[in-house]
């Protein structure tokens, strides 16, 4: 695979970048924020010198996916590392390989076989520890049982489950089998969930009666019953009733598709023979929200996304074979997929996994965590550090963290302050350090980001990780200067790349085709002359709301569907905790008047429809909202005025 030849840098026509974009990239500096990389923990990196190793994947691109290639087991050794159409890209062609074996059955076979896997605790501190030969039995047993439901290879399964064992153990047990897993938070609405079972095709759900969140027992079942009413192509739907145990007492059914979770496992055997998977075979959809309100399949396959997440679980987070790591994200995101389950298994370290919040059932449950079971490395978001923040520094600084040597944060820019902040009171008892990184659903792990070898610059996310080949262009695609704000866009294709989306290739290919050749991130970013990007938010109607990724068009179609609601329009505001809050603009219908109830009934129908997450911080009701002549709601104008900014040109609108 060649590297098309690139030009030089030139100063190009500045992208439409907002007020507070342009105010970002004159504020990056970063003469008094460099935070110097720790000797100690540099030496003891995975890849010692970033340099040299992209230098490698820079010159032989192919030979350095080789060489990752090595970190996995296959069943059958590839022929072709990549073939390359853009916008098409294959990786590992010809071989075969199974992600379960990867992550459980090479550990068992070997001494970590009574190592603890999983440790998990739930908020209402109930805990359990997997060892690696306990969570290959269970694997295999619910595989076992997925496929005497029918469950084949190339089968769509939806697992609407918390975190939870029993959510891993469903991903590991699809995977083992060959089929394609679809995880969907334990928290979106009846609605979301509806069009993820419909878009996906999916055979068999699974999930759990209920989660726990701030003490609360929040019910997922009926979620579940109203989204499969009338979908005939559900053959099952399996119940994890949570309080329960093999042998139980039976369960009476609410539908003749329903399983038990627990029966449906009885009598099965603890061997099951691992599907061999081409490379290119899928492994997972996962929905994200996009700029309509049709929901965004994105396909990982096998091989490409195994080596990936296996390289950057040792190269980015560091993650070795005694570690404790602990990711505060979820299964139903990206992060959860790649770095709670097969990253770090396929590593043959220890997961520590919560359901909850970090901040119930009081503010220093996560430190308390910590020190009871060493935690040695943290994954989390830029929320989660600004909330820890406002509890003060006092309560990390009461428990032992000496631990604690590395925090990376990803899902949204990591803000000076916040970074500062973490530095010294999280990672500050052990001289350890806290990175940034960039990626997205689309891409499976790490793009951009600070390494151990080399100084964090607090407002930057860090360098192009090896292997990496991104840039900052004009429309054209033409790399803007150093300094200058442009679209963030990835040169050549990874092998931990999406390779379509579910059921509509065509939008798969509007990723490469915005600027051609080249992968379309939808981030303005700006890169320093010492190769530091800064990624500044979104080129596009996707709001970042808790690291979590909304469409606008979600939200506004939950709100049309009130019988109240004529029109509606959403927006993005900035939040100083979870970075994006959604603020909704609503016209409401003829002869509807505004009453005391009237908002309250807005937001608790996108919270049932959409869930918590995407729920609007505000709404205010308007007579109009500005359209252009052929219609459309200039949203970029409520925003304008929302921030004082100018609205920038307004000969389109129709008054």
């Known amino acids: 695979m060649s590297q098309d030849p690139t030009p030089g840098p030139r100063r190009a026509a500045e992208p439409a970048l907002t007020d507070a974009q342009r105010a970002a990239i004159s504020a990056l500096s970063h003469d008094e924020q460099v935070i110097a990389a720790p000797v100690w923990l540099a030496q003891q990196a995975?890849?010692?010198?970033?340099?040299?190793?992209?230098?490698f994947a820079a010159q032989d691109p192919d030979g350095f996916w080789r060489d990752k290639a090595k970190l996995v087991d296959w069943m059958r050794p590839f022929d072709t590392v990549c073939e390359l159409d853009l916008p098409n890209h294959r990786w590992f062609v010809g071989g075969k390989l199974n992600a379960s074996v990867n992550c459980i059955d090479r550990h068992v076979a070997g001494e970590r076989r009574l190592k603890a896997a999983l440790i998990w605790v739930g908020e209402d501190g109930e805990e359990h520890t997997y060892t690696y030969n306990r969570l290959y039995r269970e694997t295999n047993r619910f595989a076992n049982a997925l496929k005497q439901l029918g469950v084949a290879k190339g089968d769509r399964v939806i697992i609407y489950m918390p975190l939870t064992?029993?959510?891993?153990?469903?991903?590991l047990a699809c995977a083992r089998i060959g089929a394609i897993h679809s995880v969907v938070f334990a928290g979106i609405g009846t609605q979301a969930l509806r069009s993820r079972i419909e878009d996906s095709g999916a055979k068999v759900i699974l999930c759990s009666d209920f989660t726990f969140r701030r003490g609360k027992k929040i019910a997922l079942k009926p979620t579940v019953d109203e989204a499969v009413r009338d979908l005939y192509s559900v053959e099952a739907v399996v119940v994890h009733r949570r309080g329960s145990r093999p042998g139980d007492a039976p369960f009476t059914f609410e539908s003749e598709r329903e399983h038990d979770f627990y029966d449906v496992q009885q009598g099965r055997s603890i061997h099951c023979d691992p599907e061999p998977m081409d490379a290119e075979d899928p492994l997972f959809?996962?929905?994200?929200?996009?700029?309509?309100?049709?929901?965004?399949?994105i396909v990982h396959t096998t091989g490409g996304y195994l080596v990936g997440t296996s390289y950057l679980a040792r190269a980015f987070y560091q993650i070795r074979d005694r570690d404790i790591y602990w990711s505060t994200s979820d299964i139903g995101w990206i992060v959860g997929h790649s770095f709670i389950v097969y990253g770090p298994l396929s590593v043959g370290a220890t997961i520590f996994c919560r359901?909850?919040?970090?901040?119930?059932?009081?503010?220093a449950v996560t430190w308390e965590l910590c020190e009871r079971f060493g935690v040695d490395i943290m994954f989390t978001a830029p929320t989660a550090v600004r909330m820890w923040m406002s509890h003060g520094a006092d309560v990390p600084a009461g428990y032992d963290l000496r631990k604690l040597r590395l925090v990376a944060c990803a899902g949204e820019p990591l803000n000076p302050e916040a970074h500062h902040w973490a530095q010294a009171n999280?990672?500050?008892?052990?001289?350890?350090?806290v990175v940034d990184n960039w990626w997205q659903t689309e891409i499976a792990g790490p793009v951009l980001g600070t390494l151990p070898t080399f100084d964090a610059r607090p407002g930057k996310v860090g360098k192009a990780i090896p292997g990496a080949d991104v840039a900052v262009v004009d429309a054209s695609g033409a790399p803007v200067a150093a300094g200058e704000g442009g679209q963030l866009v990835i040169r050549r294709p990874l092998p931990y790349m999406l390779r379509t989306v579910w059921n509509d290739h065509p939008r798969y290919e509007r990723y490469w085709s915005q600027i051609k050749g080249y992968y379309t991130a939808g981030d303005i970013a700006v890169r320093d002359a010492d190769g530091y990007f800064a990624v500044l938010g979104r080129a596009d109607d996707v709001m970042n709301v808790a690291g979590h990724r909304i469409g606008t068009a979600d939200v506004e179609s939950s709100l049309l569907r009130h019988p109240a609601v004529?029109?509606?329009?959403?927006?993005?505001?900035?939040?100083p905790v979870k970075g994006e809050r959604i603020k909704a603009f609503?016209?409401?219908r003829a002869g509807i008047a505004d009453g005391p109830g009237l908002i309250g009934s807005?937001?608790?129908?996108?919270?049932?429809?959409?869930?918590?997450?995407?729920?609007?911080?505000?709404?205010e009701l308007r007579e109009t909202l500005p359209k252009t002549r052929s219609g459309k709601i200039v949203r970029r104008y409520l925003k304008a005025v929302e921030l004082g900014d100018d609205p920038g040109d307004l000969s389109t609108l129709a008054d």
């Open 355 to 363: 359901e909850g919040v970090p901040d119930y059932p009081s503010p």
């Open 46 to 55: 995975y890849v010692p010198n970033d340099a040299v190793e992209r230098a």
């Open 165 to 171: 064992p029993e959510g891993v153990v469903a991903m």
């Open 602 to 619: 807005l937001k608790d129908h996108v919270r049932q429809d959409l869930g918590p997450i995407a729920t609007p911080a505000e709404i």
């Open 586 to 588: 609503v016209v409401l």
């Open 426 to 433: 999280l990672v500050g008892q052990s001289g350890g350090m």
């Open 566 to 575: 004529a029109e509606s329009a959403v927006i993005g505001l900035p939040d």
């Open 285 to 297: 959809i996962l929905y994200t929200s996009g700029t309509t309100g049709k929901p965004k399949g």
